[in-house]
């Protein structure tokens, strides 16, 4: 079992001076194994997100699982993965009418997925477009974000019509074909307990469902299902968040996945009981650079510019900003108890002992020694960073805006 | 005046097309000649923090103020400051055991500041540090971050007494000077206004000067105020953060003034009082991906991976991530009345509209327009990105880590 100073030493060890992003590579490939099979067992296409992660390096432990396609959420991200290989790539955010050159140049290259929920975005879209994409419609099925409300048939229904139209034009190669519905159902992160994510999910599922079935009885479907259109190609149902497929044994009714943070999972996960300590699979060392015994508090040189201000709620109110977990010889422990990130400022993290155990473990810490943070939302702590290390003490890099 | 539709137009005209990092020059060389006209006044040294700029050519703006000395919070961004002609930095974060080597590399380049608050760190410095380096003690006058407290006499003593040793040693080439107490009023931030800001200000001040009365007490300072040590050279006090600076006109007591926010301010400043809509200069163009008038709202691809999670409570207690500003052809105008960015994920913002008017003006917005934000914290939100775009049209290059 790991402790504060095993862990410093390891740390150290592996030659960390400053705040480093750490990846514990056999729980990210557990992670991303479990995902593969669960989506194999369900008869679904798992398209991970790969906002989460945004390295090319990682992305290979996919491929190894593996998955061909990915989920992206910005035109840099898409070049970036685009030239890694990857050819099979969903721009899973509201296409930019700004970039239709960029989506063009792309669609040259690789199978674009965009999404759209506006005539206003597709008209930029038919004006400019070039190369032939697959253009989703994405559904708001409660998250209350992007997308088109799941129950506005009017408006689903014309904007399917219109892209159907568009896809069938005559004697022309066809610019863009009609791919399905697309949701992120992100409510499922204001969820009290897997059991209430798990609802939330269920919902989400038969909404975009019902969404499908209205586009069946405009005669865009035969299937009020999953919506085979009537030229008999199907109308796909693709549905994102981590918390959803992770909190449901029932993937039914969909045809994609496209979570993403389950391949490092973290705090946020953990405590909506989608993972467990055991999934988590990044980490940030952070040094240690001050001892307050008195208050009961560490500084560490990491800060909001490395684990970003997200932050939890404790059962007393306070915000948490990470917690301490360990490194053993085998990889990443579960965490040390007792420990959290009370507060962050640009570049300053103060580390609280809240126990007596932990009081008692402050006695020992000294500048010079390294904390390993458990963030709380993985996605934007990794995004601070240029690159991983991992427990072998390998550096794969990441992609940068 | 600017309205959503003439700004829009005018980022358009600027070429951009993704979320980007707008800089109004002549605003921010107004923002940092004031500050160079108060410190001056005040016969203070400026050493302002560029942690929040991060730039090279930021930095230029202020030489042509007359400054030549600067305060940075990693060995990463001194090194890069020092790459462009800044020969005079200070390490405001307490020293990293770890990064000895790397301080002592810069050492022999610049005059290098370190700020130290334990013989631990210490150790670490005497240990291993070849070239000379100017100490600072940092004192906690009540931020409780980092520092020794202002109060524990014994602890401030001890560790000068050990520096005024170290600084006067024989027969040898001293390798380090006692340089002072550094402290940063930090719960500026926490002041309800610029009244509370200052009465912090002033109670910070104080007890700087108690912590260096009581080195004169120990014999280490002949000069209560600022202790002038006992063989005649000053320990100097210095003191950060913009509230405090902004908030008071009375600097005396102090020997170096280490703001930094006060280049861009920010939403945060504007809460506290602590500058005005024209001093704020620093945001975020942002194209709009969809617009959904039943919920008052519309959608831009700009995240917190773009502005930060950082945010303010409004009046209502709905959290305030950013508020849309004009852009006229003079420069930034006010911000425009009645709306606030609502909600933020990794790479999607909501902005709502939240008075009747805006609620109008939200009619005419469409996917591909493109809004202003002003960010609720300039140094977290300048950190995510790579460059400024100034109204000029000219690219500005930051440090990245």
């Given at each position: 079992m ?11 060890d592996?030659?960390v ?5 750490i990846?514990d ?8 194994a479990r995902y593969?099979?669960r ?8 398209r ?8 090319a390096?990682v ?8 998955i ?8 840099g991200?898409?070049r ?8 099979d790539?969903?721009l ?10 960029d ?15 506006s005539?206003?975005t597709?008209?930029?879209?038919e ?8 253009l ?26 219109r892209?159907r ?11 863009h ?9 992100g ?24 969404a499908?079935a209205?586009?069946g009885d ?16 199907s109308?796909?149902?693709s549905?994102g968040?981590?918390?959803?497929f ?9 045809d994609e996945?496209?979570?993403g ?8 996960q ?5 993972c467990t ?10 040094p240690v ?9 560490a500084a ?43 507060s962050?400022s ?12 932990a009081?008692h473990?402050?006695a020992?810490?000294?500048?010079g020694?390294l ?10 702590t990794?995004?601070q ?12 890099s990441r992609?940068?805006?």
């Amino acid at each position: 079992m790991a402790d504060l100073s095993s862990t410093s030493r390891r740390l150290r060890d592996l030659g960390v001076r400053r705040a480093t992003l750490i990846v514990d590579r056999d729980r990210a490939e557990a992670n991303i194994a479990r995902y593969a099979a669960r989506a194999a067992a369900a008869g679904i296409v798992l398209r991970p997100h790969f906002k989460t992660h945004q390295s090319a390096g990682v992305a290979q432990w996919f491929r190894k699982a593996g998955i061909t396609r990915a989920a992206v959420s910005s035109i840099g991200m898409a070049r970036y993965f685009a030239d890694h290989g990857w050819d099979d790539l969903t721009l899973a955010i509201p296409a930019n009418p700004l970039e239709v050159e960029d989506y063009d140049t792309l669609a040259g290259r690789v199978a674009l997925g965009l999404t759209i929920d506006s005539h206003a975005t597709c008209d930029a879209l038919e004006e400019r477009l070039q190369e032939a994409v697959s253009l989703w419609i994405e559904v708001d099925t409660g998250g209350g974000r992007t997308g088109i409300a799941w129950d506005d048939h009017a408006a689903l229904t014309s904007l399917a019509l219109r892209l159907r139209a568009g896809s069938g034009r005559s004697a022309q190669e066809p610019r863009h074909r009609f791919a399905g519905l697309l949701t992120h159902g992100g409510q499922s992160y204001g969820a009290r307990d897997r059991l209430e994510a798990a609802a939330i999910f269920a919902t989400v599922r038969r909404r975009l469902q019902a969404a499908a079935a209205a586009l069946g009885d405009a005669g865009l479907s035969d299937d009020s299902r999953r919506g085979t259109d009537a030229t008999g190609s199907s109308i796909l149902l693709s549905a994102g968040d981590t918390p959803g497929f992770a909190s449901s044994a029932d993937w039914s009714g969909l045809d994609e996945a496209r979570p993403g943070n389950f391949v490092f999972h973290d705090l946020m996960q953990l405590s909506l009981g989608t993972c467990t300590q055991d999934d988590l699979a990044c980490a940030v060392a952070c040094p240690v650079i001050g001892v307050y015994p008195e208050r009961h508090e560490a500084a560490v040189h990491a800060g909001a510019v490395h684990l970003s201000k997200e932050h939890l709620s404790g059962t007393d109110g306070r915000a948490i900003f990470g917690r301490l977990i360990g490194l053993s010889a085998d990889g990443f422990t579960s965490l040390l108890p007792g420990w959290d990130v009370a507060s962050l400022s640009q570049e300053h993290g103060l580390i609280a002992a809240r126990t007596q155990q932990a009081r008692h473990g402050l006695a020992a810490v000294k500048p010079g020694d390294l904390v390993l943070v458990a963030p709380v939302h993985a996605c934007l702590t990794c995004e601070q960073f240029t690159s991983y290390l991992t427990l072998d003490g390998e550096i794969i890099s990441r992609y940068r805006r």
